[in-house]
C-alpha cells in the first residue's frame, strides 16, 4: 500500500507531501505511475524512505489508490519502523 500526507510544506512555489509505501518497490511503482523521478527518492534503503511530491501528484497518487493519511499517522508510521529496523539489526548481531 501507498500512502500520500496531508502535509503542505512550502517549497518554491509548490507545496510538498510525503509518498510513502510498504515496500520500496511498491514506493517506486507508484512514483513511476504518477511521473516522479526515481532520483528524487530519499532515505532510500531505511525506515525513512519517502519521496517528498507536490499537491498535484499527491492527488494523482491518490487517484491511482494511494491511501490520504495525517501527518502525524506517517510520523507514528515511521517510528515504527526505525523501531523494527533498530530490533532486527540488533538481533543480527
Given at each position: ?10 517549497f518554491?512555489r509548490?507545496?510538498m507531501s ?26 532510500g ?9 507536490c ?28 523501531k ?8 543480527r548481531?
Amino acid at each position: 500500500m501507498v500512502y500520500v500526507d496531508d502535509a503542505s510544506i512550502p517549497f518554491g512555489r509548490m507545496k510538498m507531501s510525503h509518498m510513502v509505501a510498504d515496500t520500496e518497490d511498491e514506493l517506486l511503482d507508484m512514483a513511476d505511475a504518477i511521473g516522479v523521478a526515481r532520483r528524487w527518492l530519499q532515505h532510500g534503503g531505511t525506515a525513512r524512505v519517502h519521496f517528498d511530491v507536490c499537491l498535484s501528484k499527491r492527488t494523482e497518487a491518490i487517484n491511482q489508490g494511494a491511501k490520504p493519511i495525517t501527518s502525524r499517522e506517517l510520523g507514528v508510521m515511521v517510528m515504527e519502523r526505525i523501531k523494527a529496523q533498530r530490533m532486527a539489526a540488533a538481533g543480527r548481531s
